[in-house]
């Protein structure tokens, strides 16, 4: 089954750090890049990184430059994104993204998403 | 990286036909054929209806399309059933391997 999955969201207190997992499985996961991209409670869409195939690039949106790191274990069919200096505008639900390399620049599937709660 | 601009809510009665409209920048929209779309329903994760400003993935209605004028995008949504109230985001990439979504508008079939 074609499918990401992404685990590791919960609560945590403002300036601590939180790492996310993304599992694919069903595909090729060394093929393509990949993105984080988040919701806050009742908002929009935001995107927040990308990582290349492999692994040579990594972009950050400003919002969390700095702070988060994007990285990838082809190996391990995983993603992750290691969040430090967590803030109460990091709450949001963070959904693991792939980019079809025939699709360009857009996002061809989804993970069902993390709840990540930043509170103390 | 402003988040792209679009109207909050849009409704329409079944048959109908309806569009949606996103506003960038010379930076984003207006420099790059590189706009895509979303559709996203309650509890769900988002779903890929247009890419690269008009094309559409494999299995989605040709109810759905995509066009760009400038510095704006539109999603049309023709011959509306009621499984198409759902939020729509619009999507553009902006440069330097970064990308940037609208705000999300609401649809309501009536």
């Known amino acids: 089954q074609v499918q990401l999955v992404e685990s590791g969201g919960g609560v945590v207190q403002p300036g601590r750090s939180l790492r996310l997992s993304c599992a694919a499985s069903?595909?090729?996961?060394?093929?393509?890049?990949t993105h984080w991209v988040r919701q806050a409670p009742g908002k929009g869409l935001e995107w927040v990184a990308f990582?290349?195939?492999?692994?040579?690039?990594?972009h950050y949106a400003d919002s969390v430059k700095g702070r988060f790191t994007v990285s990838r274990d082809n190996s391990k069919n995983t993603l992750y994104l290691q969040m430090n200096s967590l803030r109460a505008e990091d709450t949001a639900v963070y959904y693991c993204a792939r980019e079809d390399p025939t699709i360009n620049d857009a996002f061809d599937m989804w993970g069902q998403g993390t709840l990540v709660t930043v509170s103390s | 990286q402003s988040a792209l601009t679009q109207p909050a809510s849009v409704s329409g009665s079944p048959g109908q036909s309806i569009t949606i409209s996103c506003t960038g920048t010379s930076s984003d929209i207006g420099s790059y054929n590189l706009v895509s779309w979303y559709q996203q329903h309650p509890g769900k994760a988002p779903k890929l209806m247009i890419y690269?400003?008009?094309k559409r993935p494999s299995g989605i209605s040709n109810r759905f399309s995509g066009s760009k004028f400038g510095n704006k995008a539109s999603l049309t949504i023709s011959g509306l059933q009621a499984e198409d109230e759902a939020d729509y985001y619009c999507c553009s990439y902006a440069g330097s391997s970064t990308w940037v979504f609208g705000g999300g508008t609401q649809l309501t079939v009536l």
């Open positions: 690269e400003v008009y």
């Open positions: 069903g595909f090729t996961f060394s093929s393509y890049g």
């Open positions: 990582i290349w195939y492999d692994e040579i690039k990594k």
